[in-house]
């Protein structure tokens, strides 16, 4: 939670309390303009000699302006890129307050109503069922097992993205402000391709949806809790980025952490390569021998 000190709200009670008008406090300060005190009491200026200069007009000290307001905030608590049966149920366990899902894989309507279907069966009992409900939440855990399965199969992966939110108990004015206070956590189950790769649009960097990079991370917190942005740019992997010209444009701007350049400047290891076409490297080489009749293929810039 973060605090904020406010002074629009106090200054235009004493100002009304003294049946001035905006244009009689702007004359007393001696200097300002009725605008200027427009934009201090709607607190769009916090300008500390324009203050002072109000409460000395006002014949009042500082601390008689001031309110203190406490902004509720939003926090990333945790990523964590679940593949398997086990690790979404050890992710699980762990407490919070509400969760959401969400698909942020390129699918086909056929693919997309699969995953849906997958998705009704994982969390059918979901919000009943806790984890200290030994009895309840064994049998959840065995029920959900196929499904995750399933959609794992599918070369799609589960990132899971816990959140804090600051909440305010405004109808308990009895209580001080701070104990008003309570946190709320929130976590999202995003469908993903397992190797996928995302930018919020083409100016953004392109990240991996690995969990590992706190600004892939922040951005994936951004893109599934804000609505001031387009959308999420989603291809299966940095392979299938290159080669769209409608993604890839003018160019591509990496992410440092998630394709950090090596030697020669190429952003896609031969060990990203391997996990997303399933072939050693070996088989690689001579692919790419036969393709472009080259002796070494040195990797994709």
């Not at 649009?201 to 949806?209: V, Y």
Request: aromatic share 8%; proline share 4%; with cysteine.
């Amino acid at each position: 939670m973060r605090k904020e000190f406010r002074y629009g709200k106090k200054i235009q009670e004493l100002r009304e309390a003294r049946e001035w008008t905006q244009e009689q406090l702007a004359e007393a300060t001696g200097i300002y303009t009725v605008r200027t005190i427009q934009r201090v009491e709607r607190d769009l200026t916090k300008n500390h000699e324009t203050i002072q200069a109000i409460a000395g007009a006002l014949d009042v000290d500082l601390a008689s302006l001031r309110s203190t307001w406490l902004i509720p905030e939003t926090r990333l608590v945790r990523t964590a890129f679940v593949t398997s049966h086990r690790e979404f149920v050890r992710v699980d366990t762990s407490p919070s307050d509400a969760f959401g899902r969400m698909i942020m894989a390129p699918l086909t309507e056929d693919g997309t109503k699969r995953v849906e279907e997958l998705l009704d069966q994982i969390f059918a009992d979901r919000e009943l069922i806790e984890p200290y409900e030994t009895d309840l939440w064994s049998g959840y855990v065995e029920q959900v097992e196929e499904p995750l399965e399933s959609l794992f199969a599918l070369n799609l992966a589960v990132l899971v993205v816990d959140e804090t939110r600051d909440m305010i108990l405004r109808n308990n004015d009895s209580l001080p402000l701070e104990k008003r206070c309570m946190d709320w956590r929130v976590r999202y189950f995003l469908v993903v391709p397992k190797h996928g790769c995302f930018r919020l649009d083409s100016k953004e960097p392109l990240h991996r949806f690995n969990g590992t990079c706190a600004a892939g991370n922040a951005a994936i917190l951004r893109a599934a809790t804000q609505r001031d942005i387009p959308g999420i740019h989603v291809v299966a992997n940095a392979l299938v980025a290159i080669s769209r010209p409608d993604f890839y444009g003018d160019g591509i701007n990496w992410c440092e952490s998630c394709f950090p350049a090596d030697a020669d400047g190429t952003r896609i290891s031969f060990d990203y390569i391997e996990l997303v076409t399933g072939l050693d490297r070996a088989k690689l080489h001579s692919l790419w021998q036969e393709a472009t009749g080259n002796e070494f293929l040195h990797g994709l810039a």
